[in-house]
């Protein structure tokens, strides 16, 4: 539909457009004239005046710069050579003049609008005072300490070039040199006073602060520009030196020095994430992360040494109370974020103990079933209070009250609940490395463990959904490992927790499918299953004292169930994955049974029984009736050969018998198929190999016996019209004749005259020749023949 405007709208619409019209008519008209005149002589280019106060060239700001280099190494060198060649008055005079000359300079110069050059001579000016300080160090002040008289002369210098700046705001250099001089003063002090490397840190925060308060509250932007980034580096130094003096500290005493001076930073940092939006996050962090460094590191001075890492944590966790206050969103952000950093190196830390839990069962491999292992204690005895109280907190954080304003943050509830969830796994599964409980125990509490995770997995209303849930399913599984390699130190143990897992993992699987839960969480579970089962009877096989290769007959109870329950419409979705999960035991038990021929044999053949038989199901026939064939073939020639049969035909005509029948079946289901799709390959799998034997047989049965056969294929395919046994029999037949008839060849050739053999071949060429347009005609028809054949 289209929407017609209003008459009185559609007018003015129409009105414009006309106007608009009638202009570019008027444009067009005045051009045609312009070009309909004689041409006008062009008037001569005046070039416009440049003002004088039209800004600097960059050839001028090199020569100024130039300029104002070589007069302060003039000024330099007078200064430290040519110093003692006159008296304190005339130095005094020489240097006092120059300086003011240098200073005053500047000021006629702005008037005049020579900007530049002002700025040339005013940092002239600038080094000729830091020149009269060394001056007056070496003439009023030579037993002076130096560090001292360099606080004292750098702390007068930037109050002169900061006053000198303010009064000449157009220059844009006093300023920020005044600026970055302010940095020394009270650092120099400390160092010059001989304290401890606290009191550099304290002077070192203490100018961090006055550059804060310059950047936030300087009326000229210049300075703002110059004293933020100078207060960052300064307070990193502060809370570089802090930092360390903490982590260095062996007493509550010693600690509570740098924890006064961290938490001087943190508040400091807290201060200007108020005031300056465009930081706020990034001082937040580092406010938080000062501040449980401070806390931090003087429960490390109280508290054992292993349990350093848990003070450190609980520190993080109180930071995550902010969320339910009132500070601004980039504070809270930024406090938080300073809490997961601490909350994940701590885990970090941890993780040792998980590996050790996970993997320690590996060990037993090479000494299984040899008695009850003893559980060791970790080095990292404190790792399973870490992981829950990490754990605990990502849960009271992933449930926390959110107001409105904050509903942004609502998307990382689901990470802190997946998170949790990973953290109280792994503390739970590093407890008995700590707590050393009976072996029993110890090897129950992670099949236990993989039972809660797996109801939630497949739990339908579990909180977070699928996130959650497949967060589970990826804890279960190398759980459940953990469980299975800490359950070989004896044989019932194996056996009842593969048992265990075999039956949690499959019940798993059945609800996740009748819940309908992700297909690929069905199948995961499922194809667990199956492995779990294959470990199972493998484990009971050897613990009843089987041999491999009765154990290898046994295995294939796993693929033979998995086939019939992947019939039921029920199992349907996660079919593929669990029978090739199942094909995986029937390789196992085909490498067991490997040693023995005979075994080797009636494996495949129940093989290829379990592949016919899922071959029934129609979307597996084609693949499965291959594979079928394939194993019957193998079983036939692994049983010919565990016989000592050589003879070839044994070995192919049971692949030829099956696919002339199916070739015979697919030419009556497909009257148009050729021959040698539907008999080629059957026919070529037995009379290639026979024919090579024959050649290199010295008895008269077998190429009697293949002779008369191709004869026969041969008379078949001329009789039924088709190529594949016609040419086949044929070539074989003759092939066969030729190679019968070879010795008697052979001799007559010799018994004949040497010049008897060329002539002949030339009175069969000259034959040939002057047939050959009718010989061309009979091939022409035998091929036509050939051509109507299938």
């Known amino acids: ?164 700046g303010t009064a000449l705001p157009a220059l844009r250099g006093p300023l920020p040199v005044a600026v970055l001089t302010a940095q020394l003063p009270l650092p120099l002090w400390a160092l010059a006073t001989g304290d401890t490397p606290s009191a550099v840190a304290w002077a070192l925060l203490v100018t961090a602060a006055l550059d804060t308060t310059a950047a936030l509250w300087a009326g000229s932007r210049t300075v703002r520009a110059f004293a933020g980034p100078a207060a960052w580096v300064t307070a990193s130094g502060a809370l570089l030196t802090g930092g360390a003096l903490s982590v260095l500290a062996e007493t509550p005493a010693e600690a509570l020095r740098p924890a006064a001076l961290l938490l001087a930073a943190a508040a400091l940092g807290l201060f200007v994430a108020h005031r300056a939006g465009g ?48 500070l601004a969103r980039p504070v809270v952000r930024g406090l938080t974020w300073a809490a997961a950093a601490v909350l994940g190196t701590s885990v970090l830390w941890a993780l040792p103990s998980v590996g050790v839990a996970l993997l320690g069962g590996l060990g037993r491999v090479p000494e299984i079933w040899t008695g009850t292992p003893t559980v060791p204690l970790p080095y990292q005895p404190a790792a399973p209070v870490v992981l829950l109280v990490a754990a605990g907190a990502l849960t009271a954080w992933g449930y926390r009250p959110l107001p409105d304003a904050r509903g942004e943050e609502n998307g990382l509830r689901t990470p802190a609940l997946c998170g949790a969830v990973a953290l109280g796994w792994a503390g739970v599964l590093v407890l008995p490395l700590v707590l050393a409980p009976a072996y029993p ?63 949690l993992f499959a019940a798993a699987a059945v609800a996740a499918v009748r819940t309908g839960i992700r297909q690929a969480v069905s199948a995961a579970l499922a194809c667990t299953a199956v492995g779990y089962a294959t470990a199972l009877v493998a484990a009971s096989s050897a613990a009843a004292g089987l041999p491999a290769e009765h154990t290898a007959v046994i295995l294939l109870v796993v693929p033979a169930a998995v086939a019939l329950l992947s019939a039921r419409p029920g199992v349907r979705p996660v079919a593929s994955p669990v029978e090739i999960a199942a094909a995986g035991a029937a390789l196992l038990a085909v490498a067991l049974a490997s040693g023995r021929a005979p075994v080797l044999a009636l494996v495949l053949a129940l093989c290829g029984v379990i592949a016919a038989g899922t071959a029934i199901r129609p979307e597996r026939r084609k693949a499965a009736g291959y594979t079928a064939a394939a194993l019957f073939v193998l079983a036939t020639w692994v049983r010919l050969a565990a016989s000592e049969v050589s003879v070839p035909e044994a070995y192919t005509l049971p692949v030829t018998v099956p696919a002339l029948v199916v070739g015979l079946l697919r030419s009556r289901r497909d009257p148009a198929a050729s021959s040698w799709t539907a008999y080629g390959p059957g026919l070529a799998a037995t009379l290639l190999p026979s024919l090579l034997a024959a050649w290199g047989d010295t008895h008269w049965a077998r190429p009697l016996l293949l002779g008369l056969a191709a004869l026969a294929l041969t008379l078949a395919g001329a009789r039924l019209s088709l190529q594949a046994p016609l040419l086949l029999g044929g070539t074989v037949l003759a092939l066969v004749a030729l190679h019968e008839l070879a010795p008697y060849v052979v001799q007559v050739v010799d018994a004949l005259p040497r010049w008897l053999p060329p002539a002949l071949a030339g009175l069969l060429l000259l034959a040939v020749g002057a047939t050959y347009e009718q010989r061309l005609k009979d091939a022409r028809r035998l091929r036509e023949s050939l051509g109507r054949m299938r």
């Open 1 to 164: 539909m289209e929407n017609v405007p209003p008459p009185a709208h559609e007018l003015a619409l129409i009105d414009q457009e006309l106007a608009r019209l009638d202009a570019r008519r008027g444009q067009l008209l005045a051009r045609r004239a312009v070009l309909l005149s004689p041409p006008a002589r062009p008037a001569a280019t005046v070039r416009p005046v440049a003002p004088e106060s039209s800004p600097p060239t960059s050839a001028q700001n090199v020569l100024l710069l130039l300029g104002g280099v070589l007069l302060a190494v003039a000024a330099i060198a007078f200064t430290l050579v040519s110093w003692g060649h006159m008296g304190i008055g005339g130095r005094a005079a020489v240097l006092t003049g120059v300086t003011a000359l240098a200073l005053a300079a500047p000021v006629a110069l702005l008037r005049r609008d020579l900007r530049s050059t002002a700025e040339a001579v005013a940092a002239l000016g600038l080094v000729l005072t830091a020149l009269d300080a060394y001056a007056l160090y070496r003439v009023a002040f030579p037993g002076a300490d130096g560090l001292g008289y360099t606080a004292a002369a750098t702390a007068v210098l930037a109050a002169l070039w900061t006053g000198y």
């Open 279 to 326: 930081t706020a996050f990034a001082c937040a962090v580092v406010a938080g992360l000062a501040g449980v460094t401070a806390a931090g590191g003087v429960i490390r001075t109280i508290v054992p040494e292993d349990w350093a890492v848990p003070g450190y944590l609980l520190c993080g966790v109180t930071l995550l109370a902010v969320v339910r206050t009132r």
């Open 441 to 503: 125990v110890a090897v129950a509490v992670p099949l236990l463990l993989t039972a809660v995770l797996l109801v939630a997995a497949v739990h339908p209303r579990i909180p977070a959904g699928p996130p959650v849930a497949v967060t589970a399913l990826c804890c279960a599984g190398p759980g459940s490992v953990g469980g299975a390699l800490l359950s070989l130190a004896t044989r019932p143990a194996t056996v009842t927790a593969l048992a265990v897992l075999t039956a």
